[in-house]
C-alpha cells in the first residue's frame, strides 16, 4: 500500500489514465472491426471510409503512447491491404 502523499497521488492518476486509455484501445478496435466486417460483407465503400475514419485514431493512438508506432502501421497496412483487394 501507498504511504506517501505524492504514490497515493500516483495511484489515483494511475487509475484516471487506465481507464482513459482504455476507452482510447476501445474505440480503435472498434473501428477496426467496421473496417473488417465492411471487407467481409463486400462492401467497398463503407469498408474505404471505415478505414479512413480508423486512420487518424490509430495514428492518435501512437501520439498518446496507446500503442506502438509499428502496431499502428502493421494494422494500417493489413486493413489498406484488404480494402484494396476488394477492387
Not at 31 to 43: N, T
Request: net charge positive; proline share 2%; no cysteine.
Amino acid at each position: 500500500m501507498a504511504n506517501t502523499p505524492q504514490a497515493k497521488k500516483r495511484i489515483r492518476r494511475n487509475e484516471r489514465r487506465a481507464e482513459i486509455n482504455g476507452n482510447r484501445i476501445g474505440r480503435i478496435r472498434t473501428l477496426v472491426k467496421k473496417v473488417e466486417s465492411a471487407v467481409a460483407a463486400g462492401d467497398k465503400a463503407a469498408a474505404v471510409s471505415a478505414l479512413q475514419t480508423v486512420q487518424p485514431e490509430l495514428a492518435r493512438g501512437v501520439a498518446r503512447g496507446v500503442l506502438h508506432k509499428n502496431t499502428a502501421a502493421r494494422k494500417f497496412s493489413r486493413l489498406t491491404k484488404a480494402v484494396v483487394a476488394l477492387a
